[in-house]
C-alpha cells in the first residue's frame, strides 16, 4: 500500500536515531556493534540520506509516525524534512491536546488536524501515492525475495554470467549502459556447496541499510566486479530501467562489459541511483566515490555484517 509506520524510541539519543528507527521500520539492519556503523551511520546527514533513498526506492508515499509529541523539535523537523524531500504524506500522532508547541512546528504548512476516530478511518481508507520529484526507473514495485530457509551460512558470488564486451569507437568517452534483455531470476546453477540460491542472498541484501553498499554488493554478486573496478561504476552504466549493468576493465575502457540484471536485483540497483539523484551527483560521476577508498574497508565490514564473501573472484 506504499504505507510505513514507526514507532521512535524517543530515549535514544544518537544524532542519527530517528532515521536509524525508520530504517529498521524499511527492513533495514544496521551492523551489530556501533563501533562498525562506520561514518555514514554516525552521521544526521548520510543516515538521513538513506532513509530518503530507501522511502524512494520502495515507494513509501505515506508515512505515520506514533508518540510524535514525546520528540524533540529537532527530529519533528527532521520528519517534516523528510517530508518535503520525498514527497510523501505524513501523518503524526500526538498523543496529548493541541498545543502551542504543535501550533508552532506546523506553521507555514498545509495540514489538518484530525481529533476524531471516524475521521482518522476516513483519512486513512485514502489510497496512496507515489512519491513525486524524484525519478524511479521502471516505476515498477520491487520484487521481492522469495521465502528461503537461511542456515546463516557464507555467501559466496556465484560465477559471473558472461557479459557482452561494449564497443567504443576510438578517442569516444566510454558511453553509458546499453539495453540489455535482463535474466528472468538470476538463481544461479548449482555448483557445489559454497553455492547458495539468489533467493537467500537478496533476501540478505534487502536488509543493508546503507544503499550505496546494497547497490555494490548487489553488482559484485552478479558480476564478480571488485573493489578496483566497483569504484569505476558511474550513475550511466546502470541503465534507465535498472535492467543493465556496465563494468569497466580499467580507466582505459578497452574491454568494459554489460551485464543483464537479475529481477531481484532490480530496487537494489535502482537504490544508487537515486540515492546519487537525491546527493545532485553528475550521471557521469562515480556511483561508489567513498565506499571503494581504503580497500573497500566499510563495504567489507557490511559484507561481514551479512556474512557474505566479498574477496575477488579467481
Not at 101 to 127: F, M, N, W
Not at 221 to 242: F, K, P, Q, Y
Not at 251 to 265: F, S, V
Not at 285 to 312: C, H, K, M
Amino acid at each position: 500500500m506504499g504505507r510505513l509506520t514507526i514507532d521512535p524510541s524517543p530515549a535514544n539519543g544518537a544524532p542519527a536515531a530517528l532515521a536509524h528507527d525508520l530504517l529498521y521500520a524499511l527492513g533495514k539492519r544496521l551492523p551489530a556493534g556501533g563501533e562498525t556503523f562506520g561514518t555514514w551511520a554516525d552521521s544526521q546527514r548520510p543516515a538521513w540520506d538513506a532513509v530518503a533513498t530507501w522511502m524512494l526506492t520502495h515507494h513509501i508515499g505515506h508515512l505515520i509516525v506514533c508518540r510524535t509529541d514525546r520528540l524533540t523539535h529537532a527530529r519533528q523537523r527532521q520528519l517534516l524534512a523528510l517530508r518535503e524531500r520525498c514527497g510523501i504524506r505524513l501523518t503524526l500522532l500526538w498523543h496529548r491536546p493541541v498545543t502551542p508547541v504543535l501550533r508552532t512546528l506546523l506553521e507555514g504548512i498545509p495540514h489538518h488536524i484530525i481529533d476524531t476516530l471516524s475521521q482518522a478511518h476516513t483519512v486513512l481508507g485514502r489510497t496512496g501515492h507515489s512519491p513525486a520529484g524524484t525519478r524511479n526507473a521502471g516505476q515498477q514495485r520491487p520484487i521481492e525475495p522469495a521465502p528461503s530457509q537461511d542456515d546463516g551460512q557464507w555467501l559466496t558470488s556465484p560465477a559471473p554470467s558472461g557479459g557482452t564486451v561494449t564497443d567504443r569507437p576510438k578517442r569516444a568517452r566510454c558511453p553509458g549502459a546499453p539495453e540489455l534483455v535482463p535474466t528472468t531470476t538470476g538463481a544461479p546453477p548449482a555448483q557445489g556447496d559454497d553455492r547458495t540460491p539468489a533467493d537467500v542472498l537478496a533476501a540478505r541484501l534487502t536488509t543493508v541499510a546503507y544503499p550505496l553498499h546494497a547497490t555494490a554488493l548487489t553488482i559484485h554478486a552478479v558480476t564478480g566486479a571488485d573493489i578496483s573496478r566497483l569504484a569505476l561504476i558511474r550513475g550511466i552504466d546502470i541503465n534507465e530501467t535498472a535492467t543493465t549493468v556496465k563494468v569497466h576493465d580499467s580507466t582505459a575502457h578497452r574491454k568494459c562489459q554489460a551485464y543483464p540484471l537479475p529481477i531481484w536485483t532490480r530496487g537494489l540497483i535502482r537504490a544508487a541511483v537515486i540515492h546519487a539523484q537525491l546527493k545532485e551527483r553528475a550521471p557521469d560521476s562515480p556511483l561508489f566515490p567513498f565506499i571503494t577508498v581504503q580497500d573497500g574497508e566499510q563495504l567489507r565490514l557490511t559484507a561481514t555484517g551479512i556474512r557474505y564473501n566479498l574477496n575477488p573472484l579467481p
